[in-house]
């Protein structure tokens, strides 16, 4: 994942907190415009999808999607595409073996489609830890992590963990298990933490560069904040 | 989406047109939902406003609008929501009560019942709903030999007579029973047909049709606008392998406290798709309300409830059935062989040592996921005559279990004191004669039976019981259950709210009597009680009395260990935050389509 320095900065960040402190509705499409902040762009554009999905063609959409200014217009627009090509229904229609290919190659959805084809053979933590460890390829290993996070997280009947025992695993060594705890720790915030707006952008200025799967786990939190 | 509410609403539109107006007023005699009233089981629930659509998923299509002649679910997932009886489980209680009747009363022989039907209430196309209505689907439908009716064998008295049906007037009528049989309340729950529809396609009643024509009536193809029912919705739209559209009957005859008349939603809407996978994915994606989740998709869900607003139910609550392994007191039986054997099987003690055994914490993990609880009992733990629930977090009653808990040693200890112990060395426990003791369990090939097996034989193993467990093809398995010739058989049987239903399996000469067939020649006194119970249960009205009668019944079944309960897999299912009263969905029943939640009682929040 590229980063921009400048996204550090997070002036964009100030104005949209002043915004929320002052208790003004808050303005996705400037911040999906503006702001530099990779997880706060992302958490406004996962909420514009269906309104880009109303507001451009395929053709705007597919350059948006390579094109955009910012991380969170690139976001909006590809999941819009995705959402219009049918989503995950339209990839598990496809063999293992090519999803596989296209995982390697990169692509999220396909590792993700692969994983949900495959769930019958993760239903214990232990697997799917395992598969982890086992995966050398990154959007697996994400693909498994946000699996493994629905067993970490709160309600779950095997598996869960504790908010500070993911504090400790969002922050180490294997990427599937950051990505884990990340999915379970958005869990734990939605239902019982108290952060606003303001404060939620702050913590993901304090972590993007250093803990990218804490601040994924902060983005989560902020796209349903910014949701409501 | 908007294409689809427009859709929705010229449905309903059509359906008003089509059914008229409904009711001027409440009628006097409508059916109240206790809906939020205090000391009730709705008391948590909440007053819904009407309008809106709810959405499900099916994996099948319905084969026919015809309940009567309905053999599969997928139809009467939706002739249940089109017809009603004159009794009911109440959906989340599970007692008996009124439906289209408003009353009965029970003969002081008990052997005639007399119900008093509501008065006042119509068919959807406004016709009234009376006693013709109810002769006709007993008389001539149900107990017709024309009709290829599903429910005349549920009918059936245990003199093989079948209850007579008479009218008395208008909105009364009477079935008188041969011989007393509590169980026949439920029964006579049946759906009702409406005869100024239907009385045209039975040839008994209509010579100049020819015979079974009925069967043929109210098919896929026909106008819908033909059909009438009287419960809360009318399939008004179908299109094959896409959707079934049901809208609101105006003249359902139930309502809420407030006076509002039910259902709440407008229309329900059933999309029909490939496979359970892609129900899943409309869920996600928002497109159908509610979902049953397989134990599969509870990681993928539950991180995204909180984000997207549904929740993820997860009952604690046991579906309905039994999961059990029987230990053969019969081996060798019929061949005069494995005398021994079989007298260490028939040692209760031996049996308690396997019940010990079971570690059905770790099956619960493993196999189910989480989603099971502990077993003990023959009757379902949804049943109201269920003696247990307690185990589960009541209290509904104290606690009448008798559970055998996971206990490695005290196994040990039992099967030493039965004189099962390693008499030669070899790191396996023998008869009490010196001869090897071997156990086979056999179970069809089934993932969560084969993996429960696995750890039965695993923890036997572990104490030195010299266990093996094998597949066979289910064929071989039910000749081996009914013909007394397999070793530890590890199966499943359905279950229901009468236990009476279980006297096939629990009754000494039953004909699932298979842990003990010699039973129903040489009952012991245990024997004799049960079957004694099973009589003094269904002969009886008093349910309080009928509870205690089974609650003895259960007890004792679960001190002999015929069959050995294990686990019972709960159900759980998925829906938007936006659907009110969704948390709260009738027990017997899978959400997984539409059965499960009280559609009649749920309503769109965002209204």
């Not at chain 1, 590792?111 to 232990?126: H, I, L, P, R, S």
């Not at chain 2, 896409?242 to 139930?254: E, G, I, L, W």
């Not at chain 2, 066979?472 to 236990?499: C, H, K, M, Q, W």
Request: charged share 20%; net charge negative; proline share 4%.
């Amino acid at each position: 994942m590229k980063r921009n320095c400048l996204r550090a900065l997070g002036l964009t960040s100030c104005v949209v907190a002043l915004f929320s402190l002052l208790g003004m509705a808050v303005d996705l499409g400037g911040i999906v415009a503006n702001e530099l902040i990779e997880e706060i762009s992302n958490a406004a554009g996962l909420n514009l999808i269906d309104q880009y999905i109303a507001d451009y063609t395929v053709e705007e959409l597919t350059d948006l999607a390579a094109n955009g200014l910012t991380s969170g217009i690139k976001l909006a627009a590809d999941r819009a595409l995705f959402k219009l090509n049918g989503g995950l229904l339209a990839l598990i229609e496809m063999d293992n073996e090519a999803l596989l290919a296209l995982a390697a190659a990169g692509d999220q959805d396909a590792a993700d489609a692969y994983v949900f084809n495959g769930k019958g053979d993760y239903k214990k933590v232990e697997v799917v830890e395992a598969a982890i460890a086992a995966t050398e390829s990154d959007t697996l290993a994400i693909a498994l992590g946000t699996l493994l996070g629905g067993f970490y997280g709160p309600g779950s009947p095997v598996g869960q963990k504790t908010e500070a025992e993911l504090l400790d695993l969002v922050v180490g060594d294997s990427l599937g298990l950051r990505v884990a705890a990340a999915t379970a720790l958005t869990t734990y915030w939605i239902l019982g933490s108290d952060l606003t707006i303001p404060q939620v952008e702050a913590a993901i200025l304090g972590v993007t560069l250093v803990y990218p799967e804490k601040a994924l786990a902060y983005q989560g939190l902020l796209t349903y904040l910014y949701s409501l | 989406m908007k294409n689809a509410l427009i859709l929705a609403s010229l449905l309903v539109l059509t359906s008003l047109v089509v059914f008229g107006q409904g009711y001027d007023e409440q009628p006097a005699d409508s059916l109240v939902y206790p809906i939020g009233v205090a000391g009730t089981v709705y008391e948590d629930m909440e007053l819904g406003v009407r309008g809106g659509t709810l959405t499900y998923a099916s994996i099948e299509d319905p084969k026919g609008w015809n309940n009567h002649t309905a053999h599969e679910t997928s139809t009467t997932a939706f002739t249940n929501r089109m017809l009603r009886g004159l009794v009911r489980n109440d959906h989340i209680s599970l007692a008996i009560e009124p439906d289209l009747a408003k009353s009965w009363e029970i003969s002081d022989d008990s052997l005639v019942i007399t119900f008093h039907l509501r008065e006042g209430i119509l068919w959807s196309d406004g016709t009234p709903i009376t006693a013709d209505d109810v002769l006709f689907t007993f008389n001539d439908v149900i107990l017709n030999t024309d009709v290829d009716c599903n429910s005349r064998d549920g009918m059936l008295l245990p003199d093989d007579t079948y209850p007579v049906c008479e009218k008395v007037d208008d909105y009364t009528v009477t079935f008188t029973m041969s011989t007393i049989f509590r169980p026949a309340l439920n029964q006579l729950g049946f759906n009702i047909m409406p005869k100024h529809k239907l009385a045209q396609y039975v040839h008994k009643l209509n010579p100049a049709v020819p015979v079974g024509t009925f069967n043929e009536t109210w098919t896929l193809d026909m106008d819908l606008t033909e059909l009438v029912g009287c419960g809360p919705f009318i399939v008004t739209d179908y299109q094959p392998n896409v959707s079934v559209t049901m809208s609101r009957n105006p003249y359902y005859y139930a309502y809420d406290p407030a006076g509002t008349q039910l259902p709440y939603y407008d229309s329900e809407v059933t999309a029909i798709v490939t496979n359970s996978d892609v129900s899943m994915l409309k869920f996600r994606n928002g497109e159908i309300d509610v979902y049953g989740l397989r134990a599969e998709d509870i990681a993928i869900l539950l991180p995204e409830g909180a984000r997207k607003g549904f929740q993820v139910l997860i009952s604690d609550a046991p579906a309905f059935g039994t999961t059990w392994f029987l230990v053969n007191m019969d081996i060798g039986l019929a061949e005069g062989t494995d005398a021994e054997k079989r007298e260490v099987y028939r040692n209760v003690k031996f049996r308690e040592a396997m019940a010990h055994c079971i570690d059905k914490e770790t099956m619960v993990r493993n196999v189910f996921n989480g989603l099971a609880g502990a077993q003990w009992s023959p009757v379902s733990v949804p049943s109201p005559f269920y003696a247990g629930r307690d185990y589960y977090g009541g209290p509904i009653t104290e606690n009448n279990a008798v559970a055998f808990e996971y206990d490695p040693a005290k196994a040990v200890s039992l099967l030493d004191e039965i004189g099962v112990v390693d008499a030669d060395g070899d790191g396996w426990r023998d008869l009490p004669s010196g001869d090897p003791l071997t156990i086979e369990i056999n179970t069809n090939d089934n993932t969560i039976r084969t993996a429960s097996c696995l750890i039965l034989v695993d923890d036997w193993r572990a104490i030195g019981v010299n266990a093996t467990f094998q597949v066979v093809d289910f064929n071989t398995l039910v000749d081996r259950l009914f013909g007394a010739s397999g070793d530890f058989i590890y199966l499943g049987l359905t279950g229901g709210n009468e236990p009476n239903s279980g006297a096939n399996v629990y009754n000494s000469c039953g004909s699932l009597h298979a842990y003990r067939y010699s039973a129903c020649d040489e009952p012991d006194e245990i024997d004799l009680r049960i079957d004694e119970l099973l009589g003094l249960g269904a002969g009886t009205f008093d349910l309080d009395e009928a509870f205690g009668y089974y609650t003895e019944y259960q007890q004792l079944l679960s001190r002999q260990l015929g069959y050995i309960y294990t686990v019972v897999p709960t159900f759980q299912y998925g829906y938007y935050d936006y659907v009110g009263n969704a948390f709260k969905s009738q027990p017997d029943r899978t959400p997984s389509r539409y059965t499960g939640l009280l559609g009649e009682l749920c309503f769109d929040k965002r209204l």
